[in-house]
């Protein structure tokens, strides 16, 4: 998954020496922000392995495009969420990534309407009835799961 949003947050690093191999480890968790329409959204993750962090060098206030794996565990009967970055990276524009900018869209001019006769009775388009509208037509159908 992805999620594209600024760094608010990098809580303290944590590290230690695994029981099983005897090798060293680190790992550090940050909050992301992001805006889903007007609310903002904030998540969680851990960056694990050292050579990671500093690949990664996420700075808070900063906008990144973070991908990551989720994955749970449970523990004495409840169940825990472990949400694992694997790639961090600046959102792409497209300036960045050296494409031209899209051009504005031009509407074409319209033609000049015809100008209407004073004395000719104006006819409005028949609006059709839900009976007149063939089954399964476009728009008729609801989404409806039932």
Not at 10 to 34: D, Y
Not at 70 to 75: C, F, L, Q, S
Request: proline share 10%.
């Amino acid at each position: 998954m992805d999620i594209t949003g600024k760094i608010t947050q990098a809580l303290e690093p944590r590290s230690g020496v695994s029981q099983r191999s005897g090798n060293p480890w680190k790992s550090q968790e940050f909050v992301i922000e992001w805006y889903e329409n007007q609310y903002p959204r904030h998540c969680v993750f851990r960056v694990f392995g050292e050579d990671r962090l500093n690949q990664m060098n996420l700075q808070v206030g900063q906008e990144y495009t973070i991908s990551f794996d989720i994955d749970a565990h449970e523990y004495n009967g409840r169940w825990f969420n472990d949400i694992n970055a694997w790639r961090a990276q600046p959102p792409v524009t497209a300036a960045a990534a050296g494409q031209p900018a899209p051009a504005a869209v031009q509407t074409p001019q319209a033609a000049p309407a015809a100008p209407a006769a004073q004395d000719a009775p104006a006819e409005a388009a028949p609006v059709p009835n839900a009976t007149d509208v063939p089954a399964g037509a476009a728009g008729t159908e609801d989404d409806l799961p039932f």
